[in-house]
């Protein structure tokens, strides 16, 4: 099981990667066709950051050398697609689903991003809740963490549901865990 600042920043930076490799993958990669597992491998090897955008829909930015590369928009809501070139070019017609999908669905597998039938607020705020008992778990003094999560909850509750801007609030979360992680080291 992921902690709070592992789910946090491998939905917004793509790290730990050594949580990928966690992912039981055999079970997909033996049901499906050999083009289509090498897509769920490139899923757990590429560098992404995702974001939700609003309940079963994903932003997807591929990354190369720290910069986005290219920005795809991902929905699970019914079935799944892809704004990716593989996707409308290849995929559909093969009844597949490219890399950005899979790494949609394995964050959304490892609770790294709300699910395609919750709701992105919601689960939002639910995370941050738990940020605050997981730094309150932490050792020595955390409380200027605990602190910046709360403000970042109070931000969420006063943009609401429909102006939430997911990018902003998952980015500012990891980097409020990872602060956290590395004082309690």
């Known amino acids: 099981m ?37 897509r769920v491998k490139s899923g757990l090897q590429g560098e ?38 593989d996707y409308l070019m290849r995929c559909t017609g093969q009844n597949m689903s490219c890399k ?17 039938e919750q709701d992105s607020y919601r689960w939002m705020s639910k995370e941050l809740y738990e940020d605050v008992k997981w730094i309150k778990s932490l050792d020595g003094e955390q409380e200027e963490f605990v602190d910046e999560i709360e403000t970042l909850q109070l931000e969420l509750d006063d943009d609401g549901a429909q ?13 409020i865990l990872m602060q956290a992680k590395t004082a309690d080291l």
């Not at 609003?54 to 697609?81: A, C, F, H, P």
């Not at 950005?100 to 395609?116: E, F, N, S, T, Y």
């Not at 102006?163 to 980097?175: G, L, Q």
């Open 2 to 38: 992921l902690s709070q600042a592992e789910k946090a920043t491998l939905a917004a930076y793509g790290t730990p990667k050594n949580a990928l490799k966690d992912v039981d993958i055999e079970p997909i990669l033996e049901s499906v066709t050999e083009e289509h597992a090498d």
């Open 48 to 85: 992404f950051r995702v974001y939700p955008k609003s309940d079963g829909l994903y932003i997807v930015e591929s990354m190369e050398d720290g910069k986005v590369k290219n920005t795809y928009s991902v929905n699970l809501k019914s079935g799944s697609g892809c704004s990716c070139r």
């Open 100 to 116: 950005h999908i899979w790494r949609v669905r394995i964050l959304v597998k490892l609770d790294a991003l709300p699910g395609r």
């Open 163 to 175: 102006n939430a801007d997911y990018k902003y609030y998952i980015r500012e979360r990891a980097s």
